[in-house]
């Protein structure tokens, strides 16, 4: 992360094209919450205008959610900004 956190987590599943699953936890600060004890699942599913992507991330404590939903958000919309300036 830019301010020098570090995100971990481990491959739970994957299916071409269609999803992905991983753990995920902070190695320290800034959050107590270690790598493993909550799920990323991200769905990939194809619309007319290209791919629908959902994420959705379980297990969040409950004072968290709004911090990593920005964050998420934040993710997301780089992504969207990169895959439209694609060639």
Known sequence: MPDGAVASGTVVEAVENERLVVTWGWTGAPFEMPPGSTTV???????????????????????????????????????????????
């Open 41 to 87: 699942t991200i769905d990939l599913s194809p619309t007319p205008e290209g791919t629908r992507i959902r994420l959705s991330h379980s297990g969040l404590p409950a004072d968290l959610n709004e911090h990593h939903r920005g964050g998420w958000e934040m993710c997301l919309d780089q992504l969207a900004s990169e895959l439209l300036d694609a060639p």
